[in-house]
Nanobody
Framework: QVRLVESGGGLVQPGGSLRLSCSAS????????MGWYRQAPGQQRELVAH???????NYADSVKGRFTISRDNAKNTVHLQMNTLKPEDTAVYYC???????????????WGQGTQVTVSS
């Protein structure tokens, strides 16, 4: 079983910055890719950013140029640097991991519990 633990959420003013972190822990697993999703009240969960083992990234159009995803493969940790935050960025942000190797019978996809990001003056 793999656990994803998120941190870094909080309340910031428009134009401010936050850095989210997510660490995966457990045994007998390897991660193929990690990403961040978000869900605002009354909205569908949407992809924010994604990074694979080779370092290739993709971003939602709404965050391009403002957010940066990075990964420390040795630590099984992913970060999301969020700059120039807007009220529209307010949501619960969820960490996601897709595994390339894992114990048979265990899930190959995991979600964190989410961390609240609120952008408001």
């Amino acid at each position: 079983q793999v656990r994803l633990v998120e941190s870094g959420g909080g309340l910031v003013q428009p134009g401010g910055s936050l850095r989210l972190s997510c660490s995966a822990s457990g045994s007998m697993f390897s991660i193929r890719a990690m990403g961040w999703y978000r869900q605002a009240p009354g909205q569908q969960r949407e992809l924010v950013a994604h990074i694979d083992n080779g370092g290739s990234t993709n971003y939602a159009d709404s965050v391009k140029g403002r957010f940066t995803i990075s990964r420390d493969n040795a630590k099984n940790t992913v970060h999301l640097q969020m700059n120039t935050l807007k009220p529209e960025d307010t949501a619960v942000y969820y960490c996601h991991a897709n595994l390339s190797a894992y114990i048979i019978g265990d899930p190959y996809e995991y979600w964190g519990q989410g961390t609240q990001v609120t952008v408001s003056s």
